[in-house]
């Protein structure tokens, strides 16, 4: 039996805030890049390759909410949901390589860093914090805005990208002051280990995240146990097996198992009514829509086997 309610939060309200998040966001990416060749800003370089991975996260996003609306075929029975998870895990490459490499460059620069200009500094790190804020503020939204956001995984992730952003800017502004204020030059490079602490934590978490589902691990926030005992708990079934539970994408969990059913149970009320309510129990208690369940009865010895 397969229980199936897939439904995809967002649509075009969310597709036009990150449309909107990611012209902001790249056109901070320009002025930080072109701020660092200037200044020559080790830190400033950090926060545009930390924007440059965000960049690719968000027009991930925003791809993501343009698949997700392609029905499956018989070639992808599922979908291209996962092409969401793919662009995650090469996102969180991508962002631990910035980060091996500014951490790297700014170890190098500790011992004798090369001046830098704090006053451009201070002014384009500014404008990056406004641009970054401006970003937030579109992916947030109105107040019915922010109770849509919340259901799309994907805008939760993207305002999380740009929390970060707007963490680095923070930084680079600390940086040009106390280069302004005490002529402290060492501030660049240990502004750029800073971000870097906040890059590669973030990626090795991401990273983790993508490889989970990909391997068809549990997905986070369900205990396979817990389940087990719900289905256990159906009136009429005696026993479960071949439990499996799994991420199809973002927001989109399945499960798959056995049930053994008594058979005076299932005489009695019909294979259909088990069905039923462990479809319904796993929908309400796990938020578990699709689920594809087989019955079988309590004299059904070594069902795996066919007779000859």
């Known amino acids: ?132 804020l401006a970003a937030l503020a579109v992916l947030s939204g109105g107040r019915s805005a922010k109770k849509e956001s919340a259901r799309s995984l994907n805008v939760r992730g993207a305002l999380l990208e740009v929390l970060g952003d707007v963490l680095g800017s923070a930084a680079v502004i600390g940086a040009a002051m106390a280069m302004l204020a005490a002529g402290w030059r060492q501030a660049d490079p240990v502004t750029s280990l800073a971000i870097a602490a906040l890059i590669v934590p973030r990626a090795v978490g991401l990273l983790r995240e993508a490889a989970h589902v990909l ?6 926030g369900i205990d396979a146990a817990e389940v087990d005992r719900l289905l256990r708990a159906v009136p009429g079934v005696r026993d479960v097996h071949d439990l499996h539970l799994w991420t199809i994408t973002s927001g989109q969990n399945a499960v798959s ?30 938020g578990l829509t699709h689920s594809t369940l087989q019955v079988e009865h309590d004299n059904h010895a070594d069902h795996e086997h066919t007779c000859s």
Not at 215 to 220: A, D, I, K, V
């Open 257 to 286: 198992a056995h049930l053994v059913v008594d058979e005076a149970q299932s005489l009695h009320c019909g294979d259909a009514s088990v069905l039923d309510a462990a479809a319904h129990a796993l929908r309400t208690q796990f």
């Open 1 to 132: 039996m397969g229980d199936h309610g897939h439904g995809h939060a967002g649509g075009l309200p969310d597709r036009r805030r990150l449309v909107r998040a990611l012209a902001i966001i790249s056109a901070v990416l320009l002025v930080e890049v072109v701020g660092a060749g200037v200044t020559g800003s080790l830190a400033l370089l950090a926060d545009a390759g930390h924007l440059a991975t965000d960049v690719l996260g968000l027009a991930v996003a925003l791809v993501a909410t343009v698949i997700a609306q392609r029905p499956p075929n018989s070639y992808r029975t599922y979908g291209l949901g996962r092409a969401e998870i793919l662009a995650a895990a090469f996102n969180a490459l991508l962002l631990l390589v910035v980060g091996a490499v500014v951490a790297v460059e700014a170890l190098a620069r500790l011992a004798d860093p090369p001046p830098i200009a704090p006053v451009p500094l201070l002014v384009i790190g500014s404008l990056g914090l406004v641009g970054n």
């Open 215 to 220: 391997l068809e691990g549990t997905p986070r």
